[in-house]
């Protein structure tokens, strides 16, 4: 055969193929500009917010938020990266104006010293921070401003503690973790870098909603992975309204991505930050916000939330207790849904008009708000007084733990159970449903939690997707240190002082991993005199949050669901079967 | 019914067997590029896929992770040319349409980027304006919208939409298509630097080796073989197997004189995508090495490609025209290059309008499209070029040696053949003054 005629007979077989193997449109184009459409962008991604009381110093509230989920340790070289072209925001609303009148805010800065040699993290063991093994580092400066005057830089140069390559390569994490830590000037402790991701649920539990059941829950989907943390630990009276966590203890807070405002007429960018992600309460930015105004809502500042009249909507009349009605015959609570506004968008209180008689977590019951200046919008609001919690309920203030999620979140709070009883009628009758009780069988995180600040768990180290398709809880040498808070007072914006302490220190109480099987909540009933009728929270706070949240967690699933080993038999062809 | 199936069968073997046979005939040598043989470690877009697929396995009945899907499927179209994803992107948006009719905009963008994949801009900014009224600030319709609007030639509208994409979600989609305005605008160091932009926040290998072959065609298009030379090396360091990155090294060792180096690249990638642009660019260099006969095969196999292409009811006017200009078929060129002009204004058809008017003699109306060509600002060696001998036909010489000079200047690498051409032509008229 002639390579002509080849030609030829190829050409034949190729318009014989264009019948027969190909179906229409399987032939390509010729090339036109084709950019990606939904590119990664992981690290601006907002996973989780943390608020509360912190146990080991009760005058000092720690935020925690988080970032890039789905971390796989050990899948290779990699290594998770903060975006050094992001701002990272955590803002304090203590007035309840929905605007911030406390923000900190992190960039990051990349010291890149791998050259064209080589892609890899480090060059041999790595001992310290410092150490000229570790060829790429991140470094982050801290900035504050407080009732919108202009931002103060805290702390620079910073370092991050790096994603945990493995135990031959970092073989005492403990250290870079420690040297991470850093104590500022005023007592502020911060902390970035990566750690176990504390968040814990198992998303099949969700699977109910379109008519599955709850036989095979009980596994911690997100056990394994690591996400990106970013702490800080500061007192009550630098986010208090006027300094006086006394007479103004509810503060809202919420984290936010931003990015620069670019102009397309000439590229440049022309002032000011367009925010790409938003989180207050847990799942709720996915959830609450009906699918036609997701990106709108992750682009919004909190003072407008309350003008979108479609969230509004959505938090009225939730879609989720209908799916429940139909299929568990639970009867959906009567619409509008005032409760849920009243508590998702005012925080628990008696002074917004709301049908929920408590005061637990609104800025109104700040003795300094001005009520005509409140504005109703979606953050997560704690009550600073009230006490750290002796032993934590998992279920919160539905457990009768007035320290939980929805005041404010734990690392240990379980918002899926909490929300799936909430769900399930417990907030219309008071009493848990039997059918449920069992929640979702994670109650805690697959990691204990440390005793001190940052309190996340050290980043795991053992490659999900190589355990069999099966997370696999991973002890680890968590080594807490004691406080070093001495020698504030150093240069106001430096590093910061490292914790150097590494003696090993028990979880404080508060901090560590509940009693699943606790039958009767922890009571704590000192919390104030304005705090008068616990039931009321369990049974209207909770049924708001799990509501919410529960709608949220279709989105939420699809983003976190833990990613099965690679499964060739998946039949696209399935697809075609409606 | 059997019989059928039988004979669906044999064809199907036939065609394998036969097409590698030519295949290997084919080439030039057997040289096996190294680049290809190394394996990727993580592959975050592998992963998404199948991630969605697992979650859907567990929830079929989540509409959104449907779309999800789709949308992950054309993602590996795009990188791997491969448009057997098509189908499977479509059938999981129309699940997700089925499953969830109202509201459903995600579904809607899987439509519209599906449409702009397969030449059918017109459609997809239909569908990207129906995802604008379920949700008039989601990003990813204004993406889609953005690229139906720079094709269709609408670029005012385009432009509009890429700034509302950088308004609601700033990051490497938004900063690409703000990087194409840019340069479709003729505004080549701000392309340069929002696609440096872009590449920072790339995190998908794959969307880094997109990133940098872009850094690389603009490096080129204005004659920085070196620096081109590097982001196409950092794009396939990215992305071992990007055509594209294999596509823009080949052209760059072509301007060093590497022909050899050159034509084992196309040999390699155009046996990966047999699409008609790339066969012809591959019997092009054939040619300049005097290698007629296997230029022609090629011409062969991009006439194929293209017949296979309008066969399954695509519509490219673009690689008609450009086949029909490559085997002296003038008049077919202008046919297919009028046809494209009615159904769109992208510069690059008014140019390849214009030069097959002018192949076909028709200099007096070729000169009115290639002047519209560079009427955005966007005014490459090859529109200039172009224009430049249009003007030459028509005795304007000077506004000939004008564009001659222009052409060089901006790329003198700009084509193994047409850059030799215009410097001749250019000596003709007694060199730039």
């Known amino acids: ?578 | 019914m059997r019989r059928t199936l039988i004979r669906l069968g044999i064809a199907a073997a036939l065609a394998a067997a036969v097409l590698t046979v030519a295949t290997v005939a084919f080439r030039p040598t057997a040289e096996a590029p190294a680049a290809r043989t190394v394996a990727r470690q993580v592959d975050p877009l592998a992963d998404r896929v199948a991630r969605a697929q697992q979650h859907l396995r567990d929830v079929p009945g989540d509409w959104a992770g449907w779309s999800a899907l789709g949308a992950a499927y054309l993602e590996q179209a795009r990188v791997t040319a491969d448009p057997g994803r098509y189908p499977q992107a479509e059938q999981a948006a129309r699940k997700s349409l089925a499953l969830r009719r109202a509201g459903n905009g995600d579904a809607l963008v899987v439509l519209g980027a599906l449409a702009n994949a397969r030449h059918d801009f017109a459609a997809a900014r239909d569908q990207a304006r129906a995802a604008l009224r379920v949700d008039p600030a989601d990003a990813d319709a204004y993406g889609v919208l953005a690229d139906a609007l720079t094709q269709l030639g609408d670029a005012r509208g385009a432009t509009g939409a890429v700034q509302r994409m950088l308004d609601t979600k700033p990051g490497l989609a938004a900063y690409a298509r703000a990087s194409y305005d840019l340069e479709l605008r003729g505004r080549i160091p701000e392309a340069t630097a929002l696609m440096r932009r872009a590449l920072d926040d790339a995190v998908d290998p794959h969307d880094a080796a997109f990133c940098r072959t872009q850094l690389g065609d603009l490096a080129f298009g204005r004659g920085d073989l070196r620096g081109a030379a590097d982001h196409y090396a950092a794009a396939l360091a990215a992305d071992s197997t990007s055509i594209a990155a294999q596509r823009g090294r080949a052209r760059v060792r072509a301007a060093q004189g590497d022909l050899p180096g050159a034509l084992s690249d196309y040999a390699d990638l155009t046996a990966r995508l047999p699409g008609p642009s790339y066969l012809i660019e591959y019997a092009e260099l054939l040619n300049v090495a005097g290698r007629t006969a296997q230029a022609d095969e090629q011409l062969s196999l991009a006439s194929a490609a293209q017949q296979l292409f309008t066969a399954n009811g695509g519509q490219d006017g673009l690689a008609t025209a450009a086949l029909a200009l490559a085997t002296g078929r003038p008049a077919d060129a202008v046919t297919a290059a009028r046809a494209e002009w009615n159904r769109r204004h992208h510069p690059d058809v008014a140019d390849t309008l214009a030069w097959s008017l002018h192949a076909a003699g028709r200099d007096a109306e070729a000169l009115t499209y290639a002047k519209r060509a560079i009427s955005g600002g966007a005014h490459p060696s090859a529109y200039a070029y172009h224009l430049g001998l249009i003007e030459l036909s028509l005795g304007y010489h000077d506004e000939a040696r004008a564009e001659l000079t222009r052409a060089l200047g901006t790329n003198p690498y700009f084509s193994p053949v047409d850059g030799p051409n215009a410097r001749r032509a250019l000596a003709a008229l007694g060199g730039s003054r």
């Open chain 1, 1 to 578: 055969m002639t390579v002509k005629q080849a030609a030829w007979l190829a050409v034949g077989v190729l318009l014989a193929g264009s019948v027969y193997a190909l179906g229409p449109g399987a032939a390509t184009a010729s090339s036109h500009r084709e950019a990606p459409l939904v590119a990664a962008d992981p690290a601006v991604d907002n996973t989780d917010l943390y608020a509360f009381v912190s146990p080991e110093r009760p005058d000092y509230l720690t935020l925690i938020a988080n970032w890039q989920p789905f971390e796989e340790p050990n899948g290779g070289p990699n290594f998770y990266p903060f975006a050094t072209d992001a701002t990272y925001t955590i803002k304090v609303d203590n007035d309840g104006d929905a605007k911030p009148d406390a923000t900190f805010r992190w960039k990051f800065q990349n010291q890149d010293k791998r050259g064209n040699n080589t892609f890899l993290y480090n060059n041999g063991p790595v001992t310290s921070l410092d150490d000229e093994n570790l060829l790429f580092k991140q470094t982050y400066t801290l900035e504050s401003s407080f009732d919108g005057r202009p931002f103060k830089t805290r702390a620079t140069g910073v370092p991050v503690a790096p994603s945990r390559i493995g135990p031959a390569s970092m073989p005492d994490y403990n250290t870079l973790r420690a040297q991470a830590t850093r104590t500022l000037p005023g007592g502020w402790k911060i902390f970035a870098g990566q750690a176990d991701d504390p968040f814990f649920l198992d998303l099949r539990v969700f699977d109910l909603l379109y008519g599955g059941d709850l036989s095979e829950t009980g596994q911690d989907t997100l056990a394994g992975y690591n996400v990106n943390t970013i702490a800080i630990q500061v007192p009550f009276k630098d986010v208090a309204l006027k300094g006086d966590a006394k007479r103004n203890p509810v503060v809202g807070v919420w984290t936010t991505t931003e990015r620069d405002r670019v102009r397309v007429a000439d590229g440049s960018s022309y002032g000011g930050k367009v925010q790409v992600s938003r989180l207050g309460n847990p799942l709720v930015n996915e959830v609450v916000v009906p699918a036609g105004l997701k990106d709108t809502f992750n682009a919004t500042p909190p003072e407008r939330d309350a003008k979108i009249p479609a969230l509004v909507k959505r938090v009225t009349n939730p879609e989720v207790p209908q799916l429940l009605q139909q299929i568990y015959q639970i009867p959906a609570p009567a619409t509008p849904r005032n409760d849920l506004v009243e508590i998702f968008l005012t925080g628990i209180t008696t002074k917004a008009g709301g049908p929920i008689k408590a005061d637990l977590n609104s800025q109104l019951n700040n003795a300094d708000v001005a009520a005509g200046r409140f504005t109703p919008s979606e953050q997560l609001r704690v009550n600073l007084s009230v006490p750290v919690t002796a032993q934590p309920n998992r279920l919160g203030v539905l457990g009768g733990d007035l320290q939980g999620f929805p005041n404010g979140r734990r690392l240990t709070d379980d918002v899926v159970d909490i929300e799936l009883q909430a769900l399930a009628g417990a907030a219309q009758t008071g009493k848990l449903v039997d059918a449920l009780a069992a929640g979702d069988q994670v109650d805690a995180n697959n990691q204990q939690f440390l005793g001190k600040f940052p309190y996340v768990a050290l980043p795991n180290t053992t490659a999900v997707n190589s355990q069999g398709g099966g997370p696999v809880a991973q002890p680890q040498a968590a080594a807490p240190s004691t406080d070093s808070t001495t020698g504030i007072g150093a240069a106001p914006a430096g590093a910061g002082i490292p914790d150097t302490d590494q003696s090993e220190a028990a979880a404080a109480p508060g901090a560590g991993i509940p009693d699943a099987a606790e039958p009767v909540a922890a009571a704590s009933t000192e919390g104030g005199t304005w705090m008068t009728k616990p039931v009321a929270y369990a049974t209207g706070a909770t049924g708001f949050g799990a509501l919410i949240l529960a709608a949220g967690l279709f989105a939420f699933m699809r983003r976190r669901r833990r990613p099965a080993p690679p499964q060739p038999i998946f039949d696209p062809e399935q697809t075609t079967r409606m």
